[in-house]
Nanobody, 116 residues
Framework: QVQLVESGGGLVQAGGSLRLSCAAS????????MGWYRQAPGKQRELVAA???????NYADSVKGRFTISRDNAKNTVYLQMNSLKPEDTAVYYC??????????WGQGTQVTVSS
């Protein structure tokens, strides 16, 4: 089992920045990749960014150049630095971890609201 706890969401004006954190606990040795997804009202959940245990990253086209995903293996934490935020970035952001056995775990979600 893997437990994920997100923090760092909030309300910010357009053009501002936020940093999300996701702390993993439990069977962390089994985690292969971690990522951030988001879900806006009335829309499907979508991948925002992901990072593998080897450090390879992947981003949605809509956030490339604005968001950066990173991980601190010593702290078992993954971060999402979000800059130049836009109103369309407003959503609930979820942390995700996928194990070597391809089991997926989710955090409880954190709200990000960007005002225009």
């Amino acid at each position: 089992q893997v437990q994920l706890v997100e923090s760092g969401g909030g309300l910010v004006q357009a053009g501002g920045s936020l940093r999300l954190s996701c702390a993993a606990s439990g069977s962390i040795f089994s985690i292969n990749a971690m990522g951030w997804y988001r879900q806006a009202p009335g829309k499907q959940r979508e991948l925002v960014a992901a990072i593998t245990s080897g450090g390879s990253t992947n981003y949605a086209d809509s956030v490339k150049g604005r968001f950066t995903i990173s991980r601190d293996n010593a702290k078992n934490t993954v971060y999402l630095q979000m800059n130049s935020l836009k109103p369309e970035d407003t959503a609930v952001y979820y942390c995700n971890a996928v194990t070597i056995a391809t089991i997926s775990y989710w955090g409880q979600g954190t709200q990000v609201t960007v005002s225009s």
